[in-house]
C-alpha cells in the first residue's frame, strides 16, 4: 500500500468516548506470560549467527592491528570483522555511527572489531581472543569546573543557547536576598532492562532489522544513507520494546555494527545483543551536569533576578547539549533573567537523551536552589512558589495554554499532609530515622512531531484496521492509541485492529519528548476524520485511508507546558546516614488523560526513576581512562523494589484542545522532573545538611 | 568462555582427586560467582568439577548445641532453618542481608565464603588489577574507591571481601571443614581469609584442589544474642560499604562476653579483637561502644573516597549493639 | 565441547545438545526457543531470568545447562496463560493467579522483566507459606511470617524493574497472596 495518497489535514478536536476510561492492556497478557517477542526473540528463517563487539580500551588513539588469529581458530567462529575488513558505509558524518571505517578510536568502549559465530558461546570467546593493538594518545577525559567549555550553536531540542532579559547583573547588586550555589548531576545511564539488541538480515536486496527501539522510521531513515540503501531497502521490526527511555530514540553504533554484519554474511540472519557492560559506552547516557544557579529577591521571596549558567560534557566526535537551563526561561516570575549553556568537547561516548532531558537535571538545581532561597528567607517552599507565579510566559510574554502549577501544589499539600510541617530543618525524629519533608515543582514542555501518518482500512463489519509506525516501549501506546482511534471513527475500542511497530506502516515519529501519544494519535485522528469523510460511516471492506496530521497545536499562540507538584517524605539514619523515601506523591496537569491505568504507571514509574536519581545513581568515569567501571547492574545501582515505598501520582482533571484533538499532551517524561529535588529537600528537611551534588549516598549524612 | 570439561563428582575425595591433579580444574558450587568470572573472562579454567551435588548438603545439630553446616547447603536453607534463626541469628540475617532470594537458592555455603571481590578492577579483564593477574599492578589505587578497604590493606590491593555470611561466621568462631589431597583439616574462619600483603591473588590459605565440605559452628552463649547489620547503597540486592556482626552476653549492662566482625573494611572478614577487648567487662553505652570501634580503627588508613567507612563501621557497631542490648536479634 | 541433556520445559521433556558453557538461560533462548525468561544483564544482577527450577525460583544466566541435566523449569508461559514460544502453557488458557494479578494492577508497562516478576512472585508466595524469613522479618524465630508490603518489597527485591512498576507490582503480589490465603 505504499502508493497511498496521503491527505495532509489538521484534525477536529476528538470526542472522548472511549479515551478518559479504563482499557485493559492491549498487549498484557503476552507479557505476564512471556509471549511477548523483543529483539533478538524473533523465530527467523534459517540458521541464526551470533555476533558479539569487541571495543577500544583506550579513550584515544588509533587501532594499529587487530590480530584475529586466536579468535578465527577458535570452534564456531566464522568472521571477524575490523575497520579494514567491514563493509564499506556511504556515509561517515556521523562520527558515532561510522563503525569499522578507519582506525581512530574517539572513546574507551568504541567498537574495533565484530565477531560473527554459530553460537553465542562462541562469540563471546572470540571477541576475547581478538587482539587489538592500539596507540594510545593523551585523552580529556574529566568533565568538572575546570573542563574548558564552549556556547554551541543551539541546545538540544532546538532551543537557544544564551538568553537574557533585564539587566541581572544590576538586579544582583541591589538585591536583599541571593542565592548563589553549584549543583552537580552524575553521568546517569537509562539502562532499560532490554539491553540494546537487534536481528538482522540481508537477503541481497531488503535489510530486515528486528530492533530494540523507539522509532522504526527514524532507524531506518538514518541508517539506510549510512548503509548506501535506499530507505525502501531497510525494513525495521519492533513490536515490544523492553524499555529505553530515550536511549533507543536513536539508532546508535551497534545497529550499524549488527547492519554490517548482515551485509558480510548475506542469507544469514545475525544477531547481536550489546552486553549490560557495553551499554554504558554505546547507547547513550544523560551527561553529567554542573549548574550555578543565582536567585536575586525581595525579603518577602518575590523574585527579582534568575540566572541559570549550565554547563555539560560532550563527546568530541558528537555534538549533544544537554539544555539544563531552559526550564529557568519559564518557570518563575522574574523582572531580571539570564541563562547559558556550555558544554566541554571531551574524548567520552556520545551523550544524548535520557527521560526529560533538559528539564531533569536542571530542574533540579533550580528546585534545591529555590528550597534554598525558601529557608534564607524564612518562607514556606509552596507559598514561596506561588508567590513567583508568572502570568504569561516571562520571556516570549505569550499566554500559557494553562498553567496549573499553584493548584498542583495545592492540591498535592492537602493530599501529602504539608500542613503543620516544621518551618526549621532537623526537627523530627522516629526511631533511629530523622524525617523530613520536602518539594518541588515539575514542568515539561508539550511537544508535537511532524510528519506523523496513519492508516485506517475497512475491515468490514464495523472492524476497522489501524496502522501507524509507532512503538510501544511499555508506556501503553498500543491501548491508548487504540482509544484514540475508536473514538476518532466513533466506534468501539474491540473494533479496532491496530498495528504498530514496523516501517511498513505509515510513517511515525519517535517515542520520545513526551510526544508520541500527541503526534501519532492526532495522525490517527486525522486518517479517521478523512476516513470517515471519504467512505463514510458503513465502509464496505477494504476501503482505506491514509492521513498525515498537520501541525494542530498552537504554539505561536501559546507557552505549551506541563506542570506538576512532588512532595516527598525522605528517612535519614541517625546512625549510617542511608536514606530512605518513605512517600513520594505527584500532583500533574498534563491535559486529558487518555487511560488511567497505563497514565498512572507511567508517571509512577517515571516518580520512581527519579528516585532512583535522588538516592542511587552514579556512573563514575575513571579519570585515567575515561572508562564508565561502575558498567553493571551491581554497581551501577538503580532502585529496587525495597527502595521504594508509599508511591501516588495522580492528577487535575483537564482536557487541552490547545495541544492536541484528544485533549491530551504528554506524560512520559514530567513524572521525573522535579522529584530528585524534592527528595534533596527533604534530606535537608530531615538533617539540616544540604547536599548539592547526586545522588544523595549515605556518607554525604553521616555527621548529621 | 573457554572450552569446558563438566564433571559431577559423585563423592568428596574424587572431587579433591580430580582437582588436586588438574591445575586447570575447579570446583564449582551453585555458580553465581564463578559462572559469573567464566563470563567475563576472569576465571578460564578448563574443567569444572561440580560439587552441588555431593551429600554435604545437612545440617546437623552437634553435641555442644553448636552445628555443622555442609559445604552445598543453600544460601536460603541455611537461613531458613529453625536451629540457625533461633541460636545463631547472626548468620541467618547475614544470609538474608545477601544477593536476592533467587541466588540464595542457588548459592552455596561455601561457595559463599570463597566467592571474590566485586571490585570493579577486578572484574574488568581490560584493566590492571594485581589480583587477578600478579604483577599488572592495582586500578584501584588512584581509581574508584567507595568500597575499598580502610584495614589491613596493601600498596598491591586494596580490595574488600564480599561475603556476608563470611561476617557472622567469623564473628561465631566457626571453622572450616577442609578435604585437601592430604586429608582433612580444619580452619578456623578467622584464619580461612587473607590480607592481601604481596600475594592478593590469594584470596584465602586454601590450597589448589583443597575442598571445603563443612562450616562447623560452636555452641556458644553469646550466639544467640547475635545480629547481623549491613549499611548500603541501596535498600536491598547491593554489597556492603560496610556491615557489622555482633554478638553480646551481659551482666546488667556489663558485657560478659562479646563478639565482633566487620564487613566491607578490609581483605578479609574483619575480626574485631581490640574493640572486644575494650568492651568485655565494661558497661555498656553509645559511648564505650564508639569508642571500642575507633581503637580497633585506630589503624585504619583512608582516601577521600573511603573515609567515610570509618565513621560508618564506628557508628554502625554502636547501634548494632546496642539493639542487641534493647533485645533485637 | 558438546553435551546431550535434557530438560522438562513447562511439562514438556526437551532433548537438547548444549556446549557446556551454555547457561541455562542461553539453552532455554538459544536452543529451545523458550525466550520467556529474559537477559537483561546476563551476570545475576537483575533477576529478568528468573524461572522455576525443581520448584524453586532460579536465575537460569549463572547456572550451566549441563549442571542442570534433568531439571524441571517452569517459565511463565508455563504457569499458565494461551502459551508462548517453546512453551505448553496452561490446559485451558487460563492466567495464573498471579499473573492475573499484575494485569489487574498494571504490575509492569514494558513487560521485559516480568516473566521473571511472575515466576519471583510464585516463589515468593511458597517461600512465605514455607515460614521463610527475610531480611525484614522482625521475629525471626516465628514460623508464620507475615506477607506485610515490606516483606513483599524486600523479597521481590531480586527483580529489578526499569519501568519503575514496582507499586503495581507490590498490589499484585499483594492480591495474589491473600487468593491465596483465602482458597
Ligand atoms: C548480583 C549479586 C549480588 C550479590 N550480593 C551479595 C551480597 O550482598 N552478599 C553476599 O554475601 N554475596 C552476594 N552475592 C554473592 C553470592 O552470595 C555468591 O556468588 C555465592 O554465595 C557463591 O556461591 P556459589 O555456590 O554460587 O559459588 P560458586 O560460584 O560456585 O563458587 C565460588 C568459588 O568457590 C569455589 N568453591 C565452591 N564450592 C567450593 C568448595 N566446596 N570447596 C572449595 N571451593 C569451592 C569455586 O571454585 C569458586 O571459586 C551476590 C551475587 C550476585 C551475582
Ligand atoms: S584492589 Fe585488588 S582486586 Fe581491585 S584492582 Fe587492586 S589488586 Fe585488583
Ligand atoms: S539476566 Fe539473569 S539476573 Fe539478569
Ligand atoms: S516492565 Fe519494563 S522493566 Fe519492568
Known amino acids: 500500500m505504499s502508493a497511498d495518497i496521503v491527505t495532509q489535514l489538521v484534525p477536529d478536536v476528538v470526542d472522548a468516548r472511549a479515551m478518559g476510561r479504563h482499557l485493559d492492556r492491549q498487549d498484557g497478557v503476552e507479557k505476564v506470560t512471556g509471549a511477548a517477542t523483543y529483539a533478538v526473540e524473533h523465530p527467523v528463517e534459517g540458521e541464526v549467527l551470533h555476533a558479539w563487539l569487541v571495543t577500544s580500551t583506550t579513550a584515544r588513539g588509533r587501532v594499529l592491528r587487530v590480530d584475529a588469529s586466536d579468535a578465527l581458530d577458535h570452534p564456531g567462529v566464522l568472521r571477524v570483522l575490523d575497520h579494514e575488513s567491514a563493509p564499506r558505509l556511504a556515509d561517515t558524518e556521523d562520527r558515532e555511527l561510522t563503525v569499522l571505517q578507519d582506525d581512530r578510536i574517539a572513546f574507551r568502549g568504541q567498537i574495533v572489531a565484530l565477531v560473527v559465530a554459530t553460537s553465542s558461546e562462541a562469540a563471546r570467546e572470540g571477541a576475547l581472543l581478538v587482539r587489538v593493538h592500539q596507540d594510545e594518545e593523551p585523552a580529556e577525559v574529566v568533565f568538572d569546573e575546570h573542563s574548558a567549555t564552549y556556547a554551541p550553536e543551539e541546545v538540544n531540542a532546538g532551543a537557544e543557547t544564551d538568553t537574557e532579559v533585564g539587566d541581572p547583573d544590576a538586579a544582583f547588586a541591589s538585591a536583599p536576598v541571593v542565592i548563589d550555589a553549584t549543583y552537580v548531576t552524575p553521568h546517569e545511564f537509562n539502562s532499560p532492562m532490554e539491553p540494546h539488541a537487534a536481528t538482522a538480515t540481508w537477503d541481497g536486496a531488503l535489510l530486515t532489522l528486528h530492533d530494540s527501539t523507539q522509532a522504526v522510521h527514524a532507524v531506518r531513515t538514518t541508517l539506510a544513507p549510512v548503509l548506501g540503501l535506499a530507505p525502501e531497502q531497510v525494513r525495521v521490526l519492533a513490536p515490544y520494546v523492553g524499555g529505553g527511555f530515550g536511549s533507543k530514540g536513536l539508532p546508535h553504533a551497534p545497529e550499524v555494527a549488527v547492519a554490517l554484519a548482515a551485509l558480510a554474511l548475506p542469507g544469514r540472519p545475525v544477531r547481536l545483543a550489546v552486553t549490560r557492560q557495553q551499554m554504558f559506552a554505546l547507547t547513550g547516557y544523560r551527561t553529567a551536569t554542573r549548574s550555578r544557579v543565582r536567585l536575586g529577591a525581595e525579603p518577602d521571596g518575590t523574585l527579582l533576578v534568575v540566572r541559570h549558567d549550565a554547563s555539560s560534557q560532550t563527546s568530541r566526535i558528537k555534538e549533544f547539549a544537554e539544555q539544563s537551563a531552559t526550564a529557568a526561561r519559564m518557570m518563575y516570575a522574574a523582572p531580571h533573567r539570564a541563562t547559558t549553556h556550555r558544554v566541554a568537547a571531551l574524548d567520552v561516548p556520545v551523550p544524548s537523551w535520557m527521560r526529560a532531558p533538559g528539564e531533569m537535571p536542571g530542574m533540579h538545581a533550580q528546585e534545591v536552589a529555590l528550597d534554598e532561597l525558601a529557608v534564607a528567607a524564612g518562607i514556606d517552599p509552596i507559598d514561596l512558589r506561588e508567590r513567583n507565579e508568572p502570568e504569561v510566559d516571562p520571556e516570549s510574554g505569550r499566554p500559557f495554554n494553562g498553567r496549573r502549577l499553584v493548584e498542583c501544589l495545592r492540591v498535592g499539600a492537602d493530599r501529602f499532609g504539608w500542613s503543620g510541617r516544621p518551618a526549621e530543618a532537623r526537627a523530627r525524629a522516629e526511631g533511629d530515622w530523622w524525617v523530613g519533608t520536602g518539594v518541588a515543582s515539575a514542568t515539561y514542555p508539550m511537544l508535537f512531531s511532524p510528519g506523523n501518518t496513519a492508516r485506517i482500512r475497512s475491515l468490514g463489519e464495523g472492524r476497522y484496521g489501524v496502522d501507524v509506525g509507532a512503538v510501544d516501549l511499555g508506556t501503553g501506546a498500543r491501548t491508548v492509541l487504540v482509544q484514540i482511534a475508536a473514538d476518532a471513527l466513533q466506534v468501539a475500542p474491540d473494533c479496532i485492529d491496530l498495528a504498530i511497530g514496523d516501517t511498513d506502516l505509515p510513517f511515525a515519529t519517535v517515542a520520545g519528548g513526551s510526544s508520541g501519544t500527541s503526534s501519532w494519535g492526532s495522525a490517527i485522528a486525522a486518517a479517521a476524520q478523512q476516513f470517515r469523510h471519504d467512505h463514510g460511516s458503513s465502509p464496505d471492506p477494504g476501503l482505506h485511508t491514509t492521513a498525515a496530521s498537520g501541525a494542530y497545536a498552537d504554539t505561536e499562540g501559546h507557552a505549551m507546558h506541563s506542570f506538576g507538584a512532588v512532595f516527598a517524605e525522605a528517612r535519614v539514619h541517625r546512625w549510617t546516614g542511608e536514606v530512605r523515601v518513605s512517600r513520594l506523591h505527584g500532583v500533574y496537569s498534563v491535559g486529558r488523560v487518555i487511560n488511567p491505568m497505563t497514565a498512572r504507571s507511567q508517571l509512577l514509574g517515571a516518580l520512581t526513576m527519579g528516585l532512583s536519581a535522588a538516592l542511587h545513581e552514579e556512573g563514575w568515569r575513571d579519570p585515567r581512562t575515561g572508562h564508565v567501571v561502575t558498567q553493571d547492574l551491581a554497581t551501577y545501582h538503580v532502585a529496587a523494589h525495597a527502595d521504594v515505598r508509599d508511591l501516588q501520582a495522580e492528577w487535575l482533571e483537564e482536557e487541552d484542545h490547545l495541544a492536541t484533538p484528544m485533549g491530551s499532551r504528554g506524560i512520559g517524561e514530567i513524572g521525573i522532573v522535579g522529584t530528585s529535588a524534592a527528595i534533596a529537600n527533604a534530606t535537608f528537611h530531615a538533617t539540616g545538611v544540604r547536599v548539592r551534588s547526586l545522588p544523595l549516598t549515605a556518607d554525604h549524612f553521616l555527621d548529621a | ?329 | 565441547m558438546d553435551a546431550d541433556i535434557a530438560l522438562i520445559v513447562d511439562g514438556e521433556r526437551r532433548a537438547v545438545t548444549v556446549d557446556t558453557r551454555t547457561t541455562l538461560l542461553d539453552a532455554l533462548r538459544e536452543r529451545l526457543g523458550a525466550t520467556q525468561p529474559k537477559k537483561g544483564c546476563d551476570h545475576g544482577q537483575c533477576g529478568s531470568c528468573t524461572v522455576l527450577l525443581d520448584g524453586r525460583r532460579h536465575l537460569t544466566c549463572l547456572a550451566l545447562a549441563v549442571a542442570h541435566d534433568g531439571a524441571e523449569i517452569v517459565t511463565a508461559g508455563g504457569l499458565g496463560g494461551p502459551g508462548g514460544p517453546g512453551s505448553l502453557g496452561s490446559p485451558d488458557g487460563a492466567l495464573h493467579p498471579v499473573q492475573q494479578a499484575f494485569l489487574d494492577h498494571d504490575g509492569f508497562q514494558c513487560g521485559y522483566c516480568t516473566p521473571g516478576q511472575v515466576c519471583s512472585a510464585v516463589g515468593v508466595l511458597d517461600e512465605l507459606r514455607a515460614g521463610h524469613p527475610s531480611l525484614v522479618t522482625e521475629d525471626l524465630a516465628a514460623e508464620d511470617p507475615t506477607g506485610s508490603d515490606d516483606e513483599i518489597r524486600e523479597r521481590m527485591s531480586g527483580n529489578l524493574c526499569r519501568c519503575g512498576a514496582y507499586a503495581g507490582i507490590l498490589a499484585a503480589v499483594r492480591q495474589a497472596g491473600t487468593q491465596e490465603a483465602r482458597a
Open chain 2, 1 to 329: 568462555m573457554k572450552e569446558l570439561t563438566y564433571h559431577r563428582a559423585t563423592d568428596a575425595a574424587e572431587a579433591v582427586a580430580l582437582v588436586a591433579a588438574d591445575s586447570d580444574a575447579r570446583f564449582l558450587g551453585g555458580g553465581t560467582n564463578l559462572v559469573d568470572h567464566l563470563k567475563l573472562g576472569v576465571a578460564r579454567p578448563g574443567t569444572l568439577v561440580d560439587v552441588s551435588r555431593l551429600p554435604l548438603d545437612a545440617v546437623e545439630e552437634l553435641p555442644d548445641g553448636g552445628l555443622r553446616i555442609g559445604a552445598a547447603v543453600r544460601n536460603s536453607d541455611l537461613a531458613a532453618h529453625p536451629v540457625v534463626r533461633r541460636g545463631f541469628p547472626a548468620v541467618a540475617r547475614a544470609l538474608l542481608a545477601g544477593a536476592s532470594g533467587q541466588i540464595r537458592h542457588q548459592a552455596t555455603t561455601a561457595g559463599n565464603l570463597l566467592q571474590r571481590t566485586r571490585c570493579v578492577y577486578f572484574q574488568d579483564v581490560t584493566t590492571p588489577c594485581n589480583k587477578r593477574e600478579p604483577g599488572s599492578g592495582c586500578s584501584a589505587l588512584g581509581g574508584y574507591g567507595r568500597y575499598n578497604a580502610v584495614l589491613g590493606a596493601s600498596e598491591a590491593c586494596v580490595a574488600t571481601h564480599p561475603s556476608d555470611l563470611a561476617v557472622a561466621l567469623t564473628a561465631l568462631d566457626a571453622v572450616a571443614v577442609v578435604l585437601g589431597p592430604d586429608g582433612e583439616r580444619r580452619i578456623p574462619l578467622t584464619e580461612l581469609h587473607r590480607l592481601p600483603g604481596h600475594h592478593p591473588e590469594r584470596d584465602t590459605v586454601l590450597d589448589h584442589g583443597d575442598l571445603v565440605t563443612a562450616v562447623e559452628l560452636p555452641g556458644s552463649a553469646v550466639a544467640p544474642a547475635s545480629t547481623y547489620a549491613k549499611a548500603r547503597d541501596r535498600a536491598s540486592y547491593a554489597f556492603a560499604l560496610v556491615s557489622v556482626a555482633a554478638a553480646v552476653d551481659l551482666d546488667g549492662d556489663v558485657v560478659r562476653d562479646v563478639r565482633l566482625a566487620w564487613g566491607g573494611v578490609a581483605h578479609r572478614p574483619w575480626r574485631a579483637y581490640v574493640a572486644e577487648e575494650a568492651l568485655r567487662g565494661a558497661v555498656l553505652t553509645e559511648e564505650t561502644a564508639r569508642e571500642a570501634a575507633a581503637a580497633e580503627l585506630a589503624a585504619a588508613t583512608t582516601t577521600d573516597q573511603t573515609a567515610y567507612k570509618v565513621a560508618m563501621v564506628r557508628n554502625l557497631t554502636a547501634h548494632t549493639l546496642l539493639r542487641l542490648a534493647g533485645g533485637a536479634r
